[in-house]
């Protein structure tokens, strides 16, 4: 088990030292926490341990004034349990139980406790397997029944109310699917592929494990990443995006220290285009023109955004992501706001895979100046 130390039974304290091959799932920092913190709080659903203590708050808040985000997060508590006995009752068929799914869990019990970088111990060894088990059930479980869900509106048959309010209420399955999502809000992905790529396909014939979870986040998307090539949620966002980039070696790249605003190359001549690209962030020069990928806005996409920064800030140093946003949030100065604060709390002077595109228009427009200033010096000399 982890090293105990001081102050390592509280929830929050840092785990000395973190695991450098397995610590993947970070607590947002401080400096990004201050410009927005509701990005990186769950609305609805709490997984995984560094939002664990929440549930305990959440009961106790009401015996007092009952909280609204406190009783939305225990209703999604009492949904994970009808989703474990729903599944525990599909089990049989297959000749397996829900014990073997424990086993598993306590197997890979301190892997688990691992790949997060806070300590966990202040969460005891039973408790720790339940929750793990209770959560990973309902992220494969809610992955189901939205496929088939999708599916039925693909077909464009009229799905019947469920009883499930995650599913009747469109506005609930967006808001889980914006958790889980949040960095803080992780389970590691190869505790969630052990447990199900094996069964998913006995149960649900028509997808693998893999397949589930990529409809989950991308259903019109037909693109799929290998299973083994994320961390967790955060980072399968964050590779979707990443893995549109032509590869770059980042050893020769550059920070990027400075580089005129867009009305300044629109000045000097720079053309602008908006390439909409599924998912890209590819943004390249040709025939003078600067093409850039669209990025669509809308109520959750600051949340997603800052926590791919975030995870970048914590887990990746480079890769910055680059985009022109369409919105969706009605005024376009609220977006202009939000992209202005995007920025604020984050370490940027590392390599980026931008540094050769940012060089091309540093030199271009440098040397537009120098020409404008010869020009007026001549003509001044002539006056």
């Given amino acids: 088990m982890e090293h105990e130390r001081l102050g390592a039974s509280y929830p929050g304290m840092w785990r000395l030292p973190t695991n450098p091959r397995r610590c993947c799932i970070y607590r947002v920092p401080t400096s990004l926490r201050e410009i927005s913190n509701e990005a990186y709080i769950p609305r609805l659903v709490l997984i995984g341990p560094l939002h664990h203590a929440l549930k305990a708050e959440s009961r106790r808040s009401l015996r007092n004034i009952p909280d609204a985000k406190s009783i939305d997060y225990l209703n ?11 599944f525990s009752g599909m089990l049989p068929r297959l000749g397996k139980t829900i014990d073997q799914f424990i086993k598993t869990i306590q197997q890979q019990e301190q892997a688990i406790r691992d790949s997060y970088s806070e300590s966990t111990s202040w969460i005891n060894s039973r408790e720790f397997c339940d929750m793990i088990l209770i959560d990973a059930v309902f992220i494969l479980m ?37 958790d889980l999502l949040l960095l803080e809000n ?3 992905f190869y505790i969630l592929h052990l447990l199900f790529h094996t069964i998913v396909p006995a149960l649900f014939p028509d997808y693998t494990f893999h397949e589930l979870v990529m409809r989950l986040f991308f259903s019109h998307q037909k693109r799929v990443l290998h299973a083994q090539t994320f961390l967790h949620f955060t980072d399968l966002m964050r590779g979707v995006h990443v893995f549109s980039l032509p590869e770059r070696d980042l050893t020769k790249q550059q920070a990027i220290k400075s580089m005129p605003c867009a009305d300044q190359l629109r000045s000097m001549g720079v053309k602008f285009q908006a390439v909409k690209e599924d998912f890209s962030i590819n943004v390249r020069i040709e025939n003078g023109c600067l093409k850039i990928p ?28 680059v985009c ?34 940012a060089n091309r228009l540093n030199a271009y427009y440098n040397n537009r100046i120098n020409k404008s200033c010869s020009l007026i010096r001549t003509v001044c000399s002539i006056i």
């Fill in 324 to 357: 022109i946003i369409t919105g969706r949030l009605g005024k376009p100065s609220l977006v202009a706001e939000m992209v202005t604060k995007l920025g604020r709390g984050i370490y940027v002077d590392t390599p980026s895979s931008y540094s050769g595109i």
């Fill in 76 to 86: 999604s508590e009492e949904i994970k349990k009808l989703y474990l006995s729903e």
């Fill in 294 to 321: 669209t990025l669509c806005v809308d109520d959750h996409f600051e949340a997603t955004l800052r926590n791919l920064a975030a995870l970048e800030q914590c887990h990746y140093p480079h890769a910055p992501h």
């Fill in 142 to 178: 809610f992955s189901w029944k939205c496929s088939l869900d999708l599916t039925a509106r693909k077909g464009k048959t009229v799905a019947k109310r469920s009883g499930d309010p995650l599913l009747d209420v469109p506005c609930l399955e967006y808001t889980i699917k914006r």
């Fill in 186 to 188: 992780q389970l590691p």
